[in-house]
């Protein structure tokens, strides 16, 4: 009878052949569970404790009680394994090269009863200790261990047993540069606390565990509540701290070494992260998070210029399932930190904070510092503190958070179709497929829709009709077709002073009929006058008659002088006489005045003008001023010089050889007042002065503008522009083509930009027409031209949500928010720190520049979704009965 030694969990067992006897060699201190099939023995695994169960389990691919093989069959399905090629993220289970070899030694003998049996695997000699089980530094595959498959492992730990206590020491195939290899050693990290970084925790991992396993680790180690939201930093060697902030990525990408400090981090319950918060705020913040206020109703801290930034972030904040999104931690399983086309997840980071601190409800107002950093880094138009348009700053926000949130994380060519004669039906849902297929988002959930877009060639008609998405619409304004100018009217009469005239003018007019409409209120011929810009206290530009009227800007200070010729009638007598007397006794000079031989006025100027002509004048043998008679002079009132731009004489342009300066070079004169005369004869005060014409007090009434007017306008058949043109295909050349956009697709939350900043080559302007928007029950039906059944109706109602208001000019102004908060429904005027509740006929005015409207039927879902508890908002904010009230007009 063959006896065959078994050993399992510590313990030696022999089994007769033939019969059920049990011989135990040693103390026999564990039951063993033998099942017995068809005359063969298997085993079942025992374990001295739990833990060791746990430890020693195996996965699906563990053979369960199965038939003990033959050595030589043993033999042939190790070796096989081993020869298995390596795969990424399999586990391979490493064995003490001693006990392995002593079990070649037994198969190969094939005698079941040999005294080489290797007993119970054994890998006590490749543990620094029995109490951490780390493993000893160095060891060598081939030297101090062999690697075996999953299965192969399985198999010996069936036949033959675990040393009692001794964990598996299993390994992951983790994938290097052209290679793929056994992880012999895990990466041990440090876990600790941001508020307790001296009490660390040890815990070892597989360069292929994602950093998500760390973060799980760490959160069970320190009993974090699900609520809680952490995220992790790690210590640099230098002593600084780096964000982990994509957790999806393995220990090897994320670059992890072993000791290295990892540290968990708990957002703060007001939404802010201690790490943030300068330590000499803390104080500070224990007050805030003491406060309790209405979630949302937080104001956004002025940076200097950044009043754009805080209106658009009011707007969007108060976007209630955009806001729900990031509230309830959404963001984070969608954050594409691969995306080339978005900014690694950081700009949807940062605005994620801000919403979290902003409807804590333990805010008055937060300080966008971070988020300010994060938008100049990656968007350069941005930084510095230089003031920007609101919508601009809107319309980066929203690129950059959707493509942060993309989830597409690979996108694919999609080759864009032409209409091409099929139905509209087809085409769009075409269209919006492929758009879907390389963006997805909840930004496009949000707020995109898709256009119908009809190009008509000119030449040959062909019709080019496409779908295109947007994500806001930007509608014009009806622009009047006058213009109200301000200008100076200068007589020649020096006794009247200047007079202001405000002229209504053809906006693409010229020159002449700014002229003419002066003309009107002055009785002088346009004739006569001269048209000139006046800057710093100079003649900035002469405008000739044809010119256009839009090279003017509202800003220029324009002025026009009565112009006549004077007649020898006119030319100085009197005071004069003495001069003109001693004239006869006076040679020619040698050279001329620039201005005229044959006026008096300008020696009037005396010799101390170096006003000359640019060539020499005849040579006479005259005596030189030397040899004048003399005659008493009274004073001159002022003298003539040549100057530059800045008013001041550069001599270094002084040209000895025609005894003056270059008028190329210093084409401007200056009047020097001699002191005791200006006193005397010259009124600053008188000089400034001017009279404004009864024209100025007219004011040119605007009647207001329905917003359903602008959105028509939209949609109007237009002349692509110069600049602009269209590729024909069946032309093959561009074309001023005439385009025509619908709307086809409405989103949930639609944007609506009104163009107030009007921007040409010549001009600038700001439109401050009232446009008259709706707060509730916007109807879009009647401009949507998909196909509509009667239920479908419903889907184009909108309520108004949130506005983002400009006050003031173009080159400075203020930003401001109106927002409806979703949970009370009470409307709330922001002012960067401030807030304020509104009542609804505060809204409408003329600084509305960009309106959020929201679809009935998403605030009917929301609703729904809501917490039974809560009191449900009114699908159209509305104001509560009770409450003071700021006049923000």
């Known amino acids: ?151 192969a492992w399985h198999y010996l730990v069936n036949w033959y047993g675990l040393e009692h206590g001794q964990p598996p020491i299993e390994r992951k195939v983790v994938e290097l540069p052209s290679t793929h290899k056994v992880e012999v050693y895990s990466v041990e990290l440090l876990l600790v606390r941001h508020s307790d970084m001296d009490t660390p925790h040890t815990a070892q991992f597989s360069q292929t565990d994602s950093v998500d396993l760390v973060l799980h680790t760490a959160r069970e180690q320190f009993l974090v509540s699900p609520q809680e939201e952490t995220r992790l930093w790690i210590k640099n060697a230098e002593g600084s701290f780096e964000r982990l902030c994509n957790t999806r990525v393995t220990v090897l990408d994320a670059a992890l070494k072993t000791g290295q400090v990892v540290v968990m981090e ?77 900014m690694k997840g950081e700009i949807a980071q940062a605005y994620a904070d801000l919403v979290k601190q902003a409807w804590s409800g333990h805010h008055r107002s937060i300080v966008p510092q971070v988020f300010k950093t994060k938008v100049g880094h990656f968007a350069s138009q941005f930084l510095g503190y230089q003031q920007h348009d609101s919508q601009e700053l809107l319309s980066f926000l929203l690129d950059g958070l959707h493509e942060d949130l993309n989830r597409i994380k690979k996108k694919e060519y999609v080759e864009l179709c032409d209409a091409a004669g099929r139905p509209d039906q087809e085409v769009a849902q075409e269209a919006w497929q492929n758009h879907k297929r390389r963006n997805d988002s909840v930004i496009v959930d949000t707020f995109h829709g898709l256009f119908k877009s009809t190009l008509v060639c000119p030449d040959c008609g062909n019709v080019s009709v496409t779908f295109d998405p947007f994500c806001y619409l930007s509608v014009p304004l009806p622009v009047s077709h006058k213009r109200v100018m301000e200008v100076f009217f200068v007589s020649m009469d020096p006794r009247r002073k200047p007079e202001q005239h405000r002229l209504v003018v053809p906006k693409k007019g010229k020159i002449s009929d700014l002229c003419v409409a002066l003309a009107k ?189 602008c959105i028509e306008l939209f949609t109007t058949v237009e002349t692509l522009e110069k600049e602009n043109p269209w590729y024909c295909p069946t032309c093959k050349q561009h074309q001023l083509a005439t385009k025509k956009l619908d709307l086809w697709m409405l989103p949930e939350t639609l944007i609506i930009h009104l163009k107030r900043f009007s921007y040409t080559k010549f001009s600038r302007e700001k439109l401050d027409t009232l446009v008259e928007f709706p707060i509730r029950d916007l109807d879009f039906s009647e401009f949507v031209i998909k196909p509509q059944n009667d239920s479908s109706r419903e889907l184009y109602k909108y309520d108004l949500i949130a506005v983002s208001n400009h006050y003031g000019g173009l080159r400075d102004g203020h930003y401001t928010t109106f927002a409806c908060n979703k949970d009370s429904g009470q409307w709330h005027y922001f002012d960067d720190s401030s807030v304020s509740p509104v009542t609804e006929n505060q809204i409408e005015s003329k600084a509305a520049y960009v309106l959020f409207y929201q679809r009935q039927d998403v605030a009917r879902r929301l609703q729904t979704q809501a917490s039974s508890s809560k009191p449900p908002a009114s699908s159209a904010c509305g104001a509560p009965p009770k409450s003071e009230f700021v006049d923000v007009n």
């Open 1 to 151: 009878m063959a006896v065959a030694p078994w050993l399992y969990g510590g313990l030696c067992f022999r089994f007769r052949d033939q019969n059920p006897e049990v011989a135990v060699e040693g103390p026999f201190l564990l039951p063993a569970a033998v099942a017995v099939r068809g005359g063969q023995m298997a085993m079942a695994a025992v374990a001295a404790n739990p833990a060791d169960t746990a430890a020693t389990a195996v996965d699906h691919r563990k053979p369960q009680r199965e038939k003990v093989p033959g050595l030589e069959s043993q033999r042939r399905q190790i070796e096989n394994g081993r020869r298995r090629p390596l795969r990424v993220g399999e586990s391979w289970f490493l064995v003490g090269h001693h006990w392995y070899k002593q079990w070649e030694v037994y198969v190969r003998g094939g005698n079941q009863d040999s005294s080489t049996f290797p007993g119970c695997i054994n890998n006590a000699e490749l543990f620094e200790d029995q109490v951490n089980w780390r493993l000893k530094k160095g060891l060598v595959e081939g030297e101090d261990y062999v690697l075996l498959p999953a299965a």
């Open 266 to 342: 708990t957002r703060n319950k007001d939404g802010t992260w201690p790490s943030a918060q300068p330590h000499d705020t803390r104080s500070t913040l224990e007050e805030e998070e003491d406060f309790q206020g209405q979630p949302g109703i937080c104001g956004l801290t002025n940076l200097g210029n950044t009043c754009f930034m805080n209106s658009a972030l009011q707007c969007l904040s108060n976007v209630p399932q955009l806001t729900e999104y990031f509230l309830k931690n959404r963001y984070l399983e969608e954050l594409n930190f691969c995306n080339p086309l978005g």
């Open 521 to 709: 209120h002055t009785g002088i011929s346009p004739e006569r006058m001269m048209v000139a810009d006046v800057f710093s206290h100079r003649f900035y530009k002469i405008y000739q008659l044809e010119e256009s009227l839009s090279s003017i800007l509202d800003r220029d200070d324009i002025f026009i002088r009565y112009v006549t010729r004077p007649s020898s009638d006119d030319e100085d007598d009197g005071d004069e006489k003495a001069d003109l007397e001693d004239k006869d006794r006076l040679p020619k000079p040698g050279r001329v005045t620039a201005g005229s031989s044959q006026d008096p006025g300008l020696e009037q100027a005396g010799p101390s003008s170096r006003v000359v002509s640019r060539s020499r004048a005849p040579v006479d043998n005259s005596p030189g001023p030397s040899h004048w008679p003399q005659r008493a002079r009274r004073k001159h009132l002022f003298t003539l010089h040549t100057v530059n731009s800045n008013g001041t004489s550069d001599r270094s342009t002084f040209n000895e050889d025609t005894h003056g300066v270059s008028f190329s070079s210093q084409p401007y004169i200056a009047i020097d007042w001699e002191p005791e005369m200006k006193k005397r004869y010259y009124d600053e005060v008188e000089a400034e002065g001017y009279v404004k014409h009864d024209c100025v007090g007219y004011v040119l009434k605007k009647a207001p503008v329905q917003l359903q007017e």
